[in-house]
C-alpha cells in the first residue's frame, strides 16, 4: 500500500473539518456543505480521480494487519459522532439558527452518520469484544442497534438470496427495497435473538436479548440529550429529540441505499434442498473509485468482504471479475432515488452478469482467485 493511500484514510476527518471550520470560519449557512460535498463534490471528484485496482501483497498483508493507525482511525469516529451529537445540540439550543441553517445541520450530521454506521459494520466484524462494544455504541447513536445481530448472524447467511430481507431484487425500486429491508431485517434480527435465548433455555424478554436493549439505549441516549440541553428544569426541548431522530433516519435510509446498490438483483445459484452456491465474488456489487474507497474504508471492495468477513478494510482485495458499478456509492446513491434512471443503468449490467455466473469456465476462473 503506497504512504499516499495509508495517509488518505484518515480523509474521513474531511467531513468534520467543513462541518466545525466553515460554521465558525466561514458562516453558520456553512452548515449544508457536508451534504454538498458528499453528494455533489465526491461523486466528482471520483471521477477525477484515479480508480483504485491495487491488493496488498502478502508481504504487506501482515504488515498492514499489526498496524494500529488502521484502527485508530475507526476507532476514533464513534467518539467523534458523540461529540458531533452534543455539539449539534448545543448550537441548536444557543445559537439562533434560521430555518435554512437547522435544517442545513440535520442534513449533514446525517450524512456523517452514515458514515458511522460503517464504521459499526467494520467494528462488528471483529472478534475482539471492545470493537464490538464501540461498533454497538455507534449504532446506539443512530437507533440502528438491531443491524449488529442481522447483519452479522443473518445478512451473512442469507446474501444473494431469497431469505434475505437486505438483498434487492430485480426492478424492486428503493422505495420498496426500504420496507422490505426495515421491517425484514428487524423481524429477521429478532427471530435470530428469540432462537439463541430458546436454545440456552431463557425467555424472549430476556434481559439478554439484545433486541430489547437495541430499542430501549437509543430511546434512553435522546431522553439524555434532551434532559441536558433543556434551558430549564421545566422546559422540554422539542428540537433536541427532533433533530436526532432526524440524523438517525438520515443515516439509516443511506445503508439501505447502499445495500441496495452492493446486492441489486444478484443471487446465488440454488444447489438443492434449500443450499445455495458459496458466496464468491460475483455475488456483490463492486466499486474501485478510489476517493471514495477511502472515505468509506473500503467498503466498496464489497465481495471480498462478503467471503471473508473478517478481513479488515485496509486488505480488501478488489477482483476485475466482480460486477463493477459505473460509479462510487455516493452517486449510485442518487441514481437509486429516480427508478427509471437506476433500471436504466443497472438491468443491462445485471442482465451480463447472470450470463457470466451460469458460465462454468468462468465462476471456475474466480473461485480460484478468490481463494
Given at each position: 500500500?503506497?504512504?499516499?493511500?495509508?495517509i488518505g484514510f484518515?480523509?474521513g476527518?474531511?467531513f468534520?473539518?467543513?462541518?466545525l471550520l466553515?460554521y465558525?470560519f466561514?458562516s453558520?449557512?456553512?452548515?449544508?456543505?457536508?451534504?454538498?460535498?458528499?453528494?455533489i463534490?465526491?461523486?466528482?471528484?471520483?471521477?477525477?480521480?484515479?480508480?483504485?485496482?491495487?491488493?496488498?501483497?502478502?508481504?504487506?498483508?501482515?504488515?498492514?494487519?499489526?498496524d494500529?493507525?488502521?484502527?485508530?482511525?475507526?476507532?476514533?469516529?464513534v467518539y467523534?459522532?458523540?461529540?458531533?451529537?452534543?455539539?449539534c445540540?448545543y448550537?441548536?439550543?444557543?445559537?439562533?439558527?434560521t430555518?435554512y441553517?437547522?435544517?442545513?445541520?440535520?442534513?449533514?450530521?446525517?450524512v456523517?452518520a452514515?458514515t458511522?454506521?460503517n464504521?459499526a459494520?467494520?467494528?462488528?466484524?471483529r472478534a475482539s469484544?471492545v470493537?464490538?462494544?464501540?461498533a454497538?455504541?455507534?449504532?446506539?447513536?443512530?437507533c440502528?442497534?438491531?443491524f449488529?445481530?442481522e447483519h452479522n448472524?443473518?445478512h451473512?447467511?442469507?446474501?444473494a438470496?431469497?431469505?434475505?430481507?437486505a438483498?434487492a431484487?430485480?426492478?424492486?425500486?428503493v422505495?420498496?427495497f426500504?420496507?422490505?429491508?426495515?421491517?425484514?431485517?428487524?423481524s429477521?434480527a429478532w427471530?435470530i435473538?428469540?432462537?439463541?435465548?430458546?436454545?440456552n433455555s431463557k425467555s424472549?424478554?430476556?434481559?439478554?436479548?439484545?433486541m430489547?436493549w437495541a430499542?430501549?439505549?437509543?430511546?434512553?441516549?435522546?431522553?439524555?440529550?434532551?434532559?441536558?440541553?433543556?434551558?430549564?428544569?421545566n422546559e422540554?426541548?422539542?428540537i433536541?429529540p427532533?433533530f436526532f431522530?432526524i440524523?438517525?433516519l438520515?443515516?439509516?435510509?443511506s445503508?439501505e441505499c447502499v445495500?441496495?446498490?452492493?446486492?441489486?438483483?444478484?443471487?446465488?445459484?440454488?444447489?438443492?434442498?434449500?443450499?445455495?452456491e458459496r458466496?464468491n465474488?460475483?455475488h456483490?456489487?463492486?466499486?474501485n473509485?478510489?476517493?471514495?474507497?477511502?472515505?468509506?474504508?473500503q467498503?466498496q471492495?464489497?465481495?471480498?468482504?462478503?467471503a471473508y468477513?473478517?478481513?479488515?478494510?485496509?486488505?480488501?482485495?478488489?477482483?476485475?471479475?466482480s460486477?463493477?458499478l459505473p460509479?462510487?456509492?455516493?452517486m449510485?446513491?442518487?441514481?437509486?432515488?429516480?427508478?427509471?434512471?437506476?433500471?436504466k443503468?443497472?438491468?443491462?449490467?445485471?442482465?451480463?452478469?447472470?450470463?457470466n455466473?451460469?458460465d462454468?469456465?468462468?465462476i471456475m476462473?474466480?473461485?480460484?482467485q478468490?481463494?
Open positions: 500500500m503506497s504512504i499516499g493511500k495509508k484518515a480523509w476527518y474531511s468534520i473539518a467543513f462541518f466553515g465558525y466561514i453558520p449557512n456553512w452548515t449544508f456543505f457536508v451534504f454538498v460535498y458528499a453528494y463534490l465526491i461523486p466528482i471528484l471520483d471521477e477525477i480521480v484515479s480508480r483504485d485496482s491495487q491488493n496488498a501483497s502478502a508481504e504487506q498483508y501482515e504488515q498492514l494487519i499489526k494500529r493507525y488502521f484502527d485508530f482511525l475507526v476507532y476514533s469516529h467523534i459522532q458523540y461529540f458531533m451529537l452534543f455539539w445540540c448550537i441548536l439550543t444557543h445559537d439562533s439558527l430555518w441553517q437547522i435544517f442545513g445541520l440535520m442534513l449533514s450530521q446525517g456523517y452514515s458511522i454506521i464504521v459494520h467494520e467494528l462488528g466484524h469484544p470493537a464490538q462494544f464501540h454497538r455504541a455507534a449504532l446506539i447513536s443512530v440502528y442497534m438491531h449488529f445481530v448472524r443473518g451473512h447467511v442469507h446474501v438470496t431469497p431469505l434475505d430481507p438483498t431484487r430485480k426492478n424492486q425500486t422505495f420498496a426500504w420496507k422490505q429491508s426495515l421491517v425484514g431485517g428487524f429477521s427471530d435473538e428469540q432462537k439463541r435465548l430458546q436454545k424472549k424478554w430476556d434481559t439478554q436479548n439484545e430489547i430499542v430501549v439505549l437509543p430511546i434512553a441516549l435522546c431522553v439524555i440529550l434532551t434532559l441536558i440541553f433543556r434551558k430549564s428544569p422540554i426541548v422539542w433536541v427532533f431522530t440524523q438517525s438520515i443515516a439509516i435510509l445503508l445495500n441496495y446498490i452492493e446486492h441489486y438483483g444478484i443471487l446465488r445459484q440454488e444447489i438443492g434442498n434449500g443450499r445455495y458466496v465474488p460475483l456483490s456489487w463492486n466499486a473509485h478510489f476517493y471514495s474507497n477511502l472515505m468509506l474504508f467498503l471492495r464489497h465481495s471480498d468482504h462478503h468477513a473478517a478481513r479488515p478494510y485496509q486488505v480488501l482485495r478488489h477482483f476485475d471479475e460486477p463493477q460509479f462510487g456509492y455516493t449510485m446513491i442518487l441514481i437509486s432515488l429516480v427508478p427509471p434512471i437506476w433500471f443503468v443497472m438491468n443491462k449490467r445485471l442482465e451480463d452478469w447472470q450470463k455466473s451460469y462454468s469456465e468462468h476462473k474466480v473461485v480460484r478468490f481463494s
